[in-house]
């Protein structure tokens, strides 16, 4: 299972610390979902035990400040996020074969119906279920972010959505282990499978992209190398 | 009261909790205890915190490192996990919260999972993004002081003091 961070000097922990703390609460790996930060990946993985995601998180104001973003940086990463929280924006990224993930997509004035959840099951955009709020506030704040967080669920599970879940944490003291966000999404109404699925999505993603990356690869279903395998 | 016969006590589960947080937060016994009440509370709701039944048993904190006991029933151990990584910040102060493991007694509990804390700690100056700022070292943990606060690094991103 993978944990998607925002590591320094976008949070407050750098990701060497992120993946040496993830390695000891059980994950399999860290996405570095950089805004700023720009870790050297290869020092990083040599020295933990866990796998480090090379990653961007596309935070602009506008789908069209956002489409120049995607543009720009997909050929140098992982994995391409952007971040939601308006409706144009969660529109533009789940029409966007490009962007691998939307972010947030609720969060602000942001919503998402039953459109736009097809949309990104036609397109493999995940959509994130940010369980962020409901570790880290309380009161008015949390119950807002539950009733969108059910909200996503029933829309996901209409459309067959893809999905990934993640805490969003910012150091590595808000990381928590998945052992604690399967028991906490059994809490708050996800059942135990689907939040295993959503953090092992962020792997398979990487996994995916990787392949799509590597010399071999020209295009889904084409690729160079020996007959007969 | 005489107490009650050995099928009616009711069966409890330890949690051995690992603790972290910055190097200058100061985490009281009786402010952890009130952050994992308050926790159980707002997200378990009182009828199910009550089932619960979370106590600290055993709690110690220094130098920005910790370790403790929570008693859930026996049951109840999900609900007390999700309770206790809704657990923040204690007092203001943020603090990362790790279930290890979970035994059927505190004898166990403490034998398996409790006193591995990580070495002591160490202050020196490190030099981290081209500048000399304070550094808190634990293994090859190191929290860098710095203007808006801690960051949290590793040895691997100190740069060399030569420079």
């Known amino acids: 299972m993978y944990e998607a961070v925002h590591a320094y000097p976008d949070g ?63 050929p140098d990463h992982t994995l391409v996020c952007v971040r939601g929280g308006t409706d144009r924006l969660n529109r533009f990224a789940v029409e966007n074969e490009r962007v691998d993930v939307l972010t947030r997509p609720m969060a602000g004035e942001g919503d998402v119906n039953h459109v736009l959840a097809n949309r990104a099951a036609d397109n493999g955009v995940r959509i994130e279920f940010d369980l962020g709020p409901v570790l880290r506030t309380s009161g008015g704040e949390r119950v807002r972010a539950l009733r969108n967080l059910r909200k996503l669920r029933e829309l996901v599970a209409d459309a067959d959505a893809p999905f990934v879940v993640s805490a969003t944490p910012a150091s590595h003291l808000e990381l928590r282990a ?52 | 009261m005489k107490h009650l016969p050995k099928h009616l006590q009711p069966r409890w589960r330890y949690l051995a909790v690992g603790l972290e947080a ?13 952050a994992v009440w308050y926790a159980a509370g707002n997200l378990l709701g009182d009828p199910r915190s009550a089932d619960a039944d979370l106590r600290l048993l055993r709690f110690e904190f220094a130098d920005g490192a910790g370790e403790a006991i929570v008693r859930a029933r026996r049951g109840e ?24 493991g979970v035994s059927g007694t505190i004898r166990a509990c403490e034998e398996r999972y409790l006193g591995r804390r990580a070495g002591v700690r160490a202050e020196r100056r490190v030099v981290f993004e081209n500048d000399r700022r304070r550094g808190y070292v634990r293994d090859d943990r190191v929290d860098v002081a710095g203007p808006k606060g801690f960051a949290g690094a590793t040895e691997l991103d100190l740069d060399s003091e030569s420079t």
């Open chain 1, 178 to 229: 998945p052992r604690e966000l399967l028991a906490l999404g059994d809490v708050v109404g996800f059942d135990p499978e689907t939040v295993r699925t959503g953090l092992r999505e962020w792997g398979e993603l990487a996994e995916r992209n990787r392949h799509r990356g590597s010399e071999s690869f020209v295009e889904p279903g084409v690729e160079r190398g020996r007959h007969g395998r």
């Open chain 2, 77 to 100: 151990v999900g609900p007390a996990r999700a309770a206790l990584a809704c657990v923040s910040e204690v007092d203001g102060q943020p603090i990362g919260v790790h279930v290890r």
């Open chain 2, 22 to 34: 910055w190097p200058d937060a100061d985490v009281s016994r009786s402010g952890f205890q009130r």
């Open chain 1, 12 to 74: 407050s922990a750098t990701a060497a610390r992120f993946a040496a703390t993830a390695a000891r609460t059980g994950y399999d790996g860290v996405v570095i979902r950089a805004r700023e930060a720009t870790p050297d990946y290869a020092a990083v993985r040599e020295a933990s035990d866990v796998d480090v995601v090379d990653a961007v998180e596309v935070v602009a104001p506008d789908p069209e400040r956002a489409s120049g973003a995607v543009g720009g940086l997909r």
